[in-house]
């Protein structure tokens, strides 16, 4: 089916579970990125794997279930790797940056994770869809802390309660689609990314938490 995946040179040999459900859940993350979920075949994913399509079926289940291991895992991933990244010993806002880093820095060096999670989840939708509303409910919670903490910092809590997890919300589908945009541009750095978005964004908390916010001049009619 396709030409671009490449395959196991061989079928593996015997291995423990554990490592050989990673070997199928790797080769099944790279055909889905490829082709999503509805037009992925368990006869590629089979030949990515080096692995039979019945050993798939007994270790991950037909093809619904292994999608789902697959969105799973890369949610579980991603998340992991942007909460590591963060520095409990800077101040908020550089916690969020050096977050932003490592999630662009996910992005970077798992695309096809990605892939899986922000185009082909969403598209399949049902509960592939939910687990990637899941993942982002959490990304918001993470950022909603560093904005009530700077908050807090600044002894307004109430104000950063109050706004904080609208701009998170914010802030996180801003995240998600630069990373889509990178996909295009990966010739920009993660650090530049990260560093665009504080800019965009964490001004506005900034300011916001102060108590300097933006009205209309006018009042709409």
């Known amino acids: 089916m396709a030409q671009d995946v490449q395959r196991s040179p061989e079928r593996a040999k015997r291995l423990p579970r554990a490592v050989r459900e990673k070997q199928i859940l790797d080769a099944a993350v ?7 979920y509805h037009l992925a075949s368990m006869d590629e994913i089979s ?21 789902g291991h697959c969105v799973r895992r890369e949610a579980n991933r991603i998340l992991t790797a942007v909460r590591e990244g963060i520095r409990v ?14 999630f662009y820095g996910f992005v ?14 969403l598209t399949a939708g049902g509960p592939f869809a939910e687990e990637v509303v899941a993942l982002r409910s959490r990304a918001i ?3 909603r802390d560093l904005v009530v903490s700077a908050g807090t910092e600044r002894g307004l809590a109430s104000q950063a309660e109050f706004s904080g997890e609208g701009m998170a ?11 889509d945009w990178w996909l295009d541009h990966s010739d920009v750095p993660a650090g ?8 965009l964004t964490w ?13 209309p001049t006018e009042q709409p009619e």
């Not at 790279?30 to 999503?36: D, H, N, P, R």
């Not at 010993?89 to 490592?102: A, C, E, I, K």
């Not at 970077?108 to 989840?121: F, G, I, K, N, T």
């Open 108 to 121: 970077a060096d798992y695309r096809e994770s990605w892939l899986v999670l922000h185009r082909h989840a």
């Open 89 to 102: 010993d800077v101040p908020p806002d550089m916690q969020l940056w050096h977050g932003l880093r490592s």
């Open 30 to 36: 790279k055909v889905f990125s490829q082709y999503g």
């Open 169 to 179: 919300a914010a802030l996180v589908g801003a995240a998600e689609s630069l990373a």
């Open 141 to 143: 919670r993470l950022v």
């Open 192 to 199: 530049v990314l990260a560093s665009w978005l504080m800019n």
């Open 47 to 67: 030949d990515v794997a080096g692995v039979s399509k019945p050993m798939i079926y007994s270790y991950l289940g037909a093809k619904e279930e292994l999608f």
């Open 203 to 215: 001004l506005g908390f900034n300011d916001l938490v102060e108590g300097d916010v933006w009205r």
